[in-house]
């Protein structure tokens, strides 16, 4: 699967509504703890649309498909 990367900004004004999104220090943690999928480049993070999209919403099987 192929990254498709999305910065922290854009995710959050297309994924939440106003007054619900998460700060963008929420959204570097969840990345971190790999709550996200995303990744650090140089000092920026960004979201991988692409995990993100793929995910199901049952966190174990998403862990599983994202360990292949």
């Known amino acids: 699967m192929k990254e498709r990367?999305?910065?922290?900004?854009a995710f959050q004004t297309e994924h939440f509504e106003e007054g619900s999104k998460p700060t963008t220090k929420t959204i570097r943690t969840w990345?971190?703890?790999?709550?996200?999928?995303?990744?650090?480049i140089g000092g920026k993070?960004?979201?991988d649309m692409a995990k993100y999209e793929?995910?199901?919403?049952n966190p174990l099987l998403d862990?599983?498909?994202q360990a292949a």
């Open 54 to 57: 793929a995910t199901s919403g």
């Open 31 to 40: 990345i971190d703890d790999g709550e996200l999928p995303g990744r650090k």
């Open 5 to 9: 990367l999305k910065n922290i900004s």
């Open 45 to 47: 993070y960004y979201v």
């Open 63 to 65: 862990k599983i498909n």
